[in-house]
Protein backbone atom coordinates (compact mmCIF):
# COMPACT_ATOMS: atom_id res chain seq x y z
CA UNK A 1 0.00 0.00 0.00
CA UNK A 2 1.41 3.18 -0.75
CA UNK A 3 1.92 5.70 2.11
CA UNK A 4 0.67 9.28 1.05
CA UNK A 5 2.78 12.10 0.32
CA UNK A 6 2.06 15.25 2.47
CA UNK A 7 0.68 19.04 1.62
CA UNK A 8 4.03 21.14 2.31
CA UNK A 9 2.63 24.82 2.53
CA UNK A 10 6.17 27.13 1.20
CA UNK A 11 6.36 30.70 2.06
CA UNK A 12 7.89 32.88 -0.58
CA UNK A 13 10.19 36.09 0.20
CA UNK A 14 7.93 39.33 0.26
CA UNK A 15 10.30 40.36 -2.77
CA UNK A 16 7.56 39.43 -5.54
CA UNK A 17 6.86 41.92 -8.08
CA UNK A 18 9.92 44.21 -6.33
CA UNK A 19 12.50 45.77 -8.72
CA UNK A 20 15.56 44.17 -5.94
CA UNK A 21 15.57 41.11 -4.63
CA UNK A 22 17.07 39.84 -1.38
CA UNK A 23 19.36 36.75 -0.25
CA UNK A 24 16.94 34.12 0.36
CA UNK A 25 18.77 33.00 2.92
CA UNK A 26 18.53 36.24 4.74
CA UNK A 27 14.53 35.78 4.68
CA UNK A 28 14.01 32.08 4.94
CA UNK A 29 15.11 29.32 6.71
CA UNK A 30 17.32 26.70 5.95
CA UNK A 31 15.50 24.00 7.07
CA UNK A 32 12.10 25.71 4.78
CA UNK A 33 14.59 25.98 1.73
CA UNK A 34 15.77 22.26 2.17
CA UNK A 35 12.57 21.25 2.34
CA UNK A 36 11.17 23.31 -0.58
CA UNK A 37 14.76 21.89 -2.68
CA UNK A 38 12.98 18.25 -2.27
CA UNK A 39 10.31 18.92 -4.11
CA UNK A 40 8.93 17.55 -7.58
CA UNK A 41 5.63 18.42 -7.23
CA UNK A 42 3.96 21.79 -6.89
CA UNK A 43 0.52 24.01 -6.50
CA UNK A 44 0.99 27.06 -7.65
CA UNK A 45 -0.14 30.30 -8.54
CA UNK A 46 1.63 30.97 -11.48
CA UNK A 47 4.09 28.69 -13.04
CA UNK A 48 6.81 30.77 -14.76
CA UNK A 49 7.20 32.58 -11.58
CA UNK A 50 7.31 29.50 -9.37
CA UNK A 51 10.59 28.09 -11.38
CA UNK A 52 11.72 31.62 -10.69
CA UNK A 53 11.80 31.08 -7.32
CA UNK A 54 12.88 27.31 -7.80
CA UNK A 55 16.27 28.80 -9.35
CA UNK A 56 17.07 30.98 -6.31
CA UNK A 57 16.13 27.60 -4.15
CA UNK A 58 18.52 25.72 -6.21
CA UNK A 59 21.65 28.15 -6.33
CA UNK A 60 22.04 27.14 -2.06
CA UNK A 61 20.41 23.96 -1.72
CA UNK A 62 20.50 21.36 -4.96
CA UNK A 63 16.72 20.53 -6.13
CA UNK A 64 15.53 16.88 -6.61
CA UNK A 65 14.41 17.39 -10.16
CA UNK A 66 15.58 20.02 -12.32
CA UNK A 67 13.41 22.99 -13.40
CA UNK A 68 11.97 21.30 -16.69
CA UNK A 69 11.25 18.01 -14.86
CA UNK A 70 9.71 19.60 -11.85
CA UNK A 71 5.64 19.15 -12.39
CA UNK A 72 4.00 22.52 -11.63
CA UNK A 73 0.03 22.62 -11.85
CA UNK A 74 -1.56 26.14 -11.57
CA UNK A 75 -4.34 26.83 -9.72
CA UNK A 76 -7.49 28.10 -11.86
CA UNK A 77 -7.76 31.75 -12.87
CA UNK A 78 -11.06 32.32 -10.77
CA UNK A 79 -9.10 31.12 -7.96
CA UNK A 80 -7.15 34.42 -7.93
CA UNK A 81 -9.48 36.46 -9.30
CA UNK A 82 -12.38 35.72 -6.97
CA UNK A 83 -10.80 33.63 -3.84
CA UNK A 84 -10.85 30.01 -2.66
CA UNK A 85 -11.70 30.67 0.81
CA UNK A 86 -15.49 29.42 0.84
CA UNK A 87 -16.26 25.90 1.11
CA UNK A 88 -17.29 25.60 -2.55
CA UNK A 89 -15.90 27.84 -4.40
CA UNK A 90 -12.88 25.24 -5.84
CA UNK A 91 -12.44 21.47 -5.51
CA UNK A 92 -8.89 21.23 -5.03
CA UNK A 93 -8.71 17.40 -4.31
CA UNK A 94 -8.07 16.29 -8.59
CA UNK A 95 -4.50 18.96 -7.59
CA UNK A 96 -3.55 16.41 -4.84
CA UNK A 97 -3.36 13.15 -6.78
CA UNK A 98 0.28 13.30 -6.49
CA UNK A 99 0.36 13.20 -3.03
CA UNK A 100 -2.17 10.30 -2.59
CA UNK A 101 0.23 8.38 -5.22
CA UNK A 102 2.94 8.82 -2.34
CA UNK A 103 4.70 12.31 -3.69
CA UNK A 104 4.74 15.28 -0.97
CA UNK A 105 3.54 18.05 -2.75
CA UNK A 106 4.38 21.86 -2.54
CA UNK A 107 1.88 24.92 -2.16
CA UNK A 108 3.72 28.21 -3.44
CA UNK A 109 1.46 31.71 -3.67
CA UNK A 110 3.51 34.89 -5.07
CA UNK A 111 4.97 36.05 -2.10
CA UNK A 112 4.24 35.68 1.68
CA UNK A 113 2.34 32.13 3.08
CA UNK A 114 -0.17 30.57 0.94
CA UNK A 115 -3.65 30.59 1.79
CA UNK A 116 -2.75 33.87 3.69
CA UNK A 117 -3.99 36.75 1.61
CA UNK A 118 -3.21 34.87 -1.25
CA UNK A 119 -4.75 31.69 -2.83
CA UNK A 120 -4.36 27.89 -1.08
CA UNK A 121 -7.17 27.65 0.96
CA UNK A 122 -9.09 25.05 -0.95
CA UNK A 123 -6.15 23.13 -1.73
CA UNK A 124 -5.64 23.05 2.14
CA UNK A 125 -8.53 22.21 2.84
CA UNK A 126 -8.69 19.66 0.27
CA UNK A 127 -6.00 17.57 2.09
CA UNK A 128 -7.59 18.01 5.19
CA UNK A 129 -10.45 16.14 3.90
CA UNK A 130 -7.96 13.46 2.05
CA UNK A 131 -6.31 12.51 4.92
CA UNK A 132 -2.90 13.93 3.77
CA UNK A 133 -0.99 15.91 6.20
CA UNK A 134 -0.43 19.76 6.26
CA UNK A 135 2.94 20.87 6.86
CA UNK A 136 3.51 24.68 7.22
CA UNK A 137 6.89 25.74 6.45
CA UNK A 138 8.48 28.93 8.46
CA UNK A 139 8.70 32.15 6.52
CA UNK A 140 8.20 35.73 6.34
CA UNK A 141 4.28 36.76 7.02
CA UNK A 142 3.61 40.78 5.84
CA UNK A 143 0.88 40.90 8.03
CA UNK A 144 2.03 39.50 11.42
CA UNK A 145 5.68 41.94 10.49
CA UNK A 146 3.38 44.82 10.15
CA UNK A 147 0.92 44.01 13.12
CA UNK A 148 4.47 43.49 15.31
CA UNK A 149 5.67 46.47 14.58
CA UNK A 150 2.76 48.91 14.53
CA UNK A 151 2.00 49.43 18.32
CA UNK A 152 -1.54 48.05 17.91
CA UNK A 153 -3.40 45.10 19.50
CA UNK A 154 -1.81 42.00 18.80
CA UNK A 155 -3.67 40.12 21.23
CA UNK A 156 -7.21 41.06 18.93
CA UNK A 157 -6.73 41.67 15.40
CA UNK A 158 -8.74 41.01 12.04
CA UNK A 159 -7.31 41.23 8.46
CA UNK A 160 -10.19 42.18 6.57
CA UNK A 161 -8.55 41.86 2.68
CA UNK A 162 -8.79 44.42 0.13
CA UNK A 163 -10.76 48.05 0.56
CA UNK A 164 -13.30 48.61 -2.28
CA UNK A 165 -12.38 50.41 -5.17
CA UNK A 166 -14.76 52.77 -5.76
CA UNK A 167 -13.93 55.95 -3.63
CA UNK A 168 -17.17 56.33 -1.72
CA UNK A 169 -16.91 52.70 -1.28
CA UNK A 170 -13.34 53.11 0.17
CA UNK A 171 -14.41 55.48 2.81
CA UNK A 172 -17.70 54.32 4.07
CA UNK A 173 -15.37 51.29 4.69
CA UNK A 174 -12.61 52.79 6.82
CA UNK A 175 -15.26 54.24 8.71
CA UNK A 176 -16.68 50.70 9.22
CA UNK A 177 -13.65 49.24 10.12
CA UNK A 178 -12.38 52.06 11.86
CA UNK A 179 -15.70 51.97 14.28
CA UNK A 180 -15.48 48.75 15.20
CA UNK A 181 -11.25 49.12 16.18
CA UNK A 182 -12.65 51.97 18.34
CA UNK A 183 -14.94 50.51 19.87
CA UNK A 184 -13.92 46.97 20.64
CA UNK A 185 -9.69 47.56 20.55
CA UNK A 186 -9.78 45.29 17.91
CA UNK A 187 -7.22 46.09 15.43
CA UNK A 188 -7.84 45.90 11.86
CA UNK A 189 -5.48 45.28 9.12
CA UNK A 190 -5.79 45.43 5.16
CA UNK A 191 -3.44 45.31 2.10
CA UNK A 192 -3.93 46.69 -1.64
CA UNK A 193 -2.32 46.14 -5.02
CA UNK A 194 0.73 49.01 -4.65
CA UNK A 195 -0.98 51.38 -7.36
CA UNK A 196 -3.80 52.05 -4.90
CA UNK A 197 -1.22 52.75 -2.31
CA UNK A 198 -1.57 56.88 -2.73
CA UNK A 199 -5.09 56.37 -3.07
CA UNK A 200 -5.74 54.34 -0.06
CA UNK A 201 -3.87 56.89 1.74
CA UNK A 202 -5.56 59.58 1.38
CA UNK A 203 -8.93 57.92 1.59
CA UNK A 204 -7.63 56.98 5.20
CA UNK A 205 -6.36 60.78 5.98
CA UNK A 206 -10.04 62.00 5.27
CA UNK A 207 -11.65 58.90 6.60
CA UNK A 208 -10.05 58.54 10.34
CA UNK A 209 -10.55 60.57 13.42
CA UNK A 210 -7.32 62.57 14.37
CA UNK A 211 -6.44 60.41 17.47
CA UNK A 212 -7.09 56.78 15.71
CA UNK A 213 -3.56 55.37 14.98
CA UNK A 214 -2.61 54.32 12.23
CA UNK A 215 0.38 52.10 10.91
CA UNK A 216 1.96 51.04 7.83
CA UNK A 217 4.52 48.29 6.34
CA UNK A 218 6.03 48.31 3.27
CA UNK A 219 8.77 46.95 1.48
CA UNK A 220 9.04 44.37 4.42
CA UNK A 221 12.20 42.63 4.39
CA UNK A 222 13.52 44.43 1.65
CA UNK A 223 16.51 47.19 2.60
CA UNK A 224 14.12 50.03 2.14
CA UNK A 225 11.57 48.25 4.45
CA UNK A 226 9.45 50.45 6.57
CA UNK A 227 6.99 50.29 9.45
CA UNK A 228 5.62 53.44 10.86
CA UNK A 229 2.61 53.62 13.31
CA UNK A 230 1.34 57.39 14.41
CA UNK A 231 -1.93 59.21 14.88
CA UNK A 232 -4.07 60.64 11.93
CA UNK A 233 -3.84 63.96 13.08
CA UNK A 234 0.52 63.19 13.41
CA UNK A 235 0.44 61.92 9.57
CA UNK A 236 -1.24 64.91 8.22
CA UNK A 237 1.56 66.47 9.05
CA UNK A 238 4.21 64.21 7.21
CA UNK A 239 5.11 62.95 3.90
CA UNK A 240 3.23 59.76 3.07
CA UNK A 241 5.33 57.15 3.98
CA UNK A 242 4.48 54.64 0.56
CA UNK A 243 4.19 55.20 -3.28
CA UNK A 244 2.79 53.02 -5.76
CA UNK A 245 5.41 51.15 -6.72
CA UNK A 246 5.61 49.04 -2.93
CA UNK A 247 3.63 46.01 -1.52
CA UNK A 248 2.55 48.06 1.85
CA UNK A 249 0.18 46.37 4.90
CA UNK A 250 -2.12 49.17 6.95
CA UNK A 251 -3.60 48.95 10.00
CA UNK A 252 -5.82 51.29 12.60
CA UNK A 253 -6.39 50.81 15.73
CA UNK A 254 -6.10 52.64 18.70
Not at 17 to 23: D, E, I, T
Not at 239 to 248: E, L, S
Amino acid sequence: MTTPGRLLLVPGPLDFGCAAQVPLADVLPAGTLAAAAGLTHWICENAKTARAYLKRIGELHPLAAPLQQQALVELPREVHKKGDHTPHAFDARPLLQPALDGHDVGLLSEAGMPAIADPGSSVVRAAHDLGLAVVPLVGPVSLLLTLAASGLNGQNFAFVGYLPQDPDGRLRRLRELEKIALATGQAQLFIETPYRNSAVWQALLQALQPATRLAIGSGLTLPSASCLSATASAWKKRPAPVGNDTPAVFGIGR
